[in-house]
């Protein structure tokens, strides 16, 4: 049981921690690029907002006669998952600049690029990074529907506890689940609380 479990959370961790490497790739760019431009910013909000209501397992549906079963419809649905926490939180970032420091920075010779890159990002990181925690979260929890097609992870124990009627397979599942989720939160807010300037922690 003991390295069943074990190669259940690699694959439960993996995915997760796939998810979540692209979904930042995909995302900070992204909200970067449309936070100054007015119909970008608009359709990316759109898109985020979509994104959010559209459970994860639809995508796993629509995505199964492309992809098939296994790792890569489990992956593309958790990205989708991710993306509007941290598109939502980087893009409200990077708008939260106080106008004082983006004039202090023009009055001191900076350019428009200086002052995004050393002004405006800096400032948006404690909000880019509570969206990332907040994906994070979610990410970790839904994973366990990659196992309804085939993916791995600590959901197996779910579903099989399901298919046998086995309550303590079905516990060790859940609570596994429950207990990364709870530890990597943990562990982010420590990080978070680093981060996050004097006086807003």
């Known amino acids: 049981m003991i390295p069943t479990f074990f190669a259940h ?77 941290i598109i939502i939180n980087t893009e409200l970032g990077l708008r939260a600049t106080p106008p004082a420091a983006i004039d202090a920075a023009a009055g001191m010779g900076m350019t428009a690029r200086q002052i995004r890159y050393q002004v405006e990002w800096p400032l948006a990181v404690p909000l880019v990074f509570a969206g990332f925690r907040t994906a994070s979260i979610e990410v970790i929890a839904s994973a366990t529907l990659a196992s309804f097609i085939g993916g791995g992870g600590l959901g197996d124990f779910i579903v099989d506890g399901l298919a046998t009627d086995d309550v303590g397979e079905l516990f060790l599942g859940a609570c596994s689940v429950a207990l990364l989720a709870l530890a990597v939160d943990a562990a982010l807010g420590r990080i978070d609380r680093r981060i996050r300037p004097k006086g807003l922690a």
């Not at 629509?62 to 489990?74: D, H, K, Q, V």
Request: proline content about 9%; charged content about 5%.
């Open 9 to 85: 959370l690699g694959t439960h961790v993996g995915l997760s921690l796939s998810a979540l490497l692209a979904a930042v790739a995909i995302g900070v760019p992204l909200a970067g690029f449309s936070a100054g431009r007015p119909i970008a910013r608009a359709l990316t909000l759109f898109g985020a907002g979509a994104l959010r209501v559209v459970p994860s397992i639809a995508v796993l549906t629509l995505t199964l006669p492309y992809l098939g079963l296994g790792f890569r419809p489990a992956l593309l649905a958790l990205i989708a998952l991710g993306l509007p926490p």
